[in-house]
């Protein structure tokens, strides 16, 4: 089963922005429990915008389908009033495995040091 992934543009306002981030640093210590991963990161270039990354093993355990505990639900809810989230912010993408590298003939480190 493909791990899935969301990635969420969200734009937090000052006064906000450190409510938000330890709203975020809580759930993802929560999703850290469940095997699932949740990362944030700030524009260089852009006040006030954020990304925030969102990992499961697989689509129906992501966290915009996953049953949630009431203190997860209390927290996703209390992000919903401190950000703005894109539109698409819970679209979700699943990984395409790889096939190895030394199955498919293609170029390993091994190959390197043969020659």
Do not use: C, N
Not at 20 to 28: H, K, P, S
Not at 42 to 63: L, N
């Amino acid at each position: 089963m493909p791990r899935a992934l969301s990635v969420s543009r969200v734009s937090v306002t000052s006064e906000k922005e450190a409510e938000y981030l330890e709203t975020i640093r809580q759930l993802a210590v929560l999703a850290d429990r469940r095997g699932q991963r949740l990362w944030v990161f700030r524009s260089a270039d852009k006040p006030h915008a954020f990304v925030e990354f969102s990992e499961s093993s697989s689509a129906m355990s992501h966290r915009a389908r996953a049953s949630r505990t009431p203190e997860e639900l209390k927290l996703e809810m209390r992000l919903q009033t401190l950000a703005t989230y894109a539109p698409d912010a819970w679209e979700l993408w699943e990984e395409i495995p790889q096939e190895s590298r030394h199955s498919s003939g293609g170029w390993s480190p091994e190959a390197d040091e043969d020659g």
